[in-house]
């Protein structure tokens, strides 16, 4: 039997401690939950994203009755960016989110399937993504999505035997 261990690196920041950047980004996440549609969960989700020429998009979730055909504020902010701007690189991205009583404590990181599209972004513009998740009680910082999903599936396994 061999083993081997994945090591990933996530930075913890007080706000006052978070780069002016960051903490915009931030801003804008947390404002986009304004624009989230949530009846079923009552769960707040907004998502803002920094491209290459300072564009700042946001998404938030939008949830469906037929709830797989509902989507993450992550995706609807990445897919929201890359349909207006395909040229330009996504450099960060910003979660936050929010129940009945208020803004969590401890930051959420993105699903699995939004890991992925993230993943995809990256090797798209083959640039690493700033992963700025908000909690009341401190912002989580990932300098690339491989801290989050260190075994992606990407289009090189298509050709390998
Ligand atoms: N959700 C997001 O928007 N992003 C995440 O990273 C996790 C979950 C949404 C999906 C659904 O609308 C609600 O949160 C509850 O799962």
């Given at each position: 039997?061999?083993?081997?261990?994945?090591?990933?690196?996530?930075?913890?920041?007080?706000?006052?401690?978070?780069?002016?950047?960051?903490?915009?980004?931030?801003?804008?996440?947390?404002?986009?939950?304004?624009?989230?549609?949530?009846?079923?969960?009552?769960?707040?989700?907004?998502?803002?994203?920094?491209?290459?020429?300072?564009?700042?998009?946001?998404?938030?979730?939008?949830?469906?009755?037929?709830?797989?055909?509902?989507?993450?504020?992550e995706?609807?902010?990445?897919?929201?960016?890359?349909?207006?701007?395909?040229?330009?690189?996504?450099?960060?991205?910003?979660?936050?989110?929010?129940?009945?009583?208020?803004?969590?404590?401890?930051?959420?990181?993105?699903?699995?399937?939004?890991?992925?599209?993230?993943?995809?972004?990256?090797?798209?513009?083959?640039?690493?993504?700033?992963?700025?998740?908000?909690?009341?009680?401190?912002?989580?910082?990932?300098?690339?999505?491989a801290?989050?999903?260190?075994?992606?599936?990407?289009?090189?396994?298509?050709?390998?035997?």
């Open positions: 039997m061999k083993e081997y261990t994945i090591q990933s690196t996530v930075c913890v920041y007080s706000w006052d401690e978070l780069a002016e950047e960051d903490q915009i980004l931030v801003q804008a996440a947390k404002d986009a939950t304004n624009g989230s549609y949530a009846p079923y969960s009552s769960f707040y989700v907004g998502a803002a994203v920094r491209l290459g020429n300072g564009t700042i998009v946001m998404g938030s979730n939008q949830e469906n009755v037929a709830f797989p055909s509902g989507l993450c504020a995706r609807t902010a990445l897919f929201a960016a890359n349909a207006q701007y395909p040229d330009q690189p996504v450099l960060a991205l910003a979660v936050a989110a929010r129940n009945k009583d208020g803004f969590l404590s401890q930051p959420i990181p993105p699903c699995g399937g939004c890991c992925q599209v993230i993943s995809e972004v990256e090797r798209r513009f083959h640039q690493p993504i700033r992963i700025v998740l908000y909690g009341t009680d401190g912002t989580h910082v990932a300098h690339s999505i801290a989050l999903l260190p075994l992606q599936f990407s289009d090189k396994f298509l050709t390998v035997s």
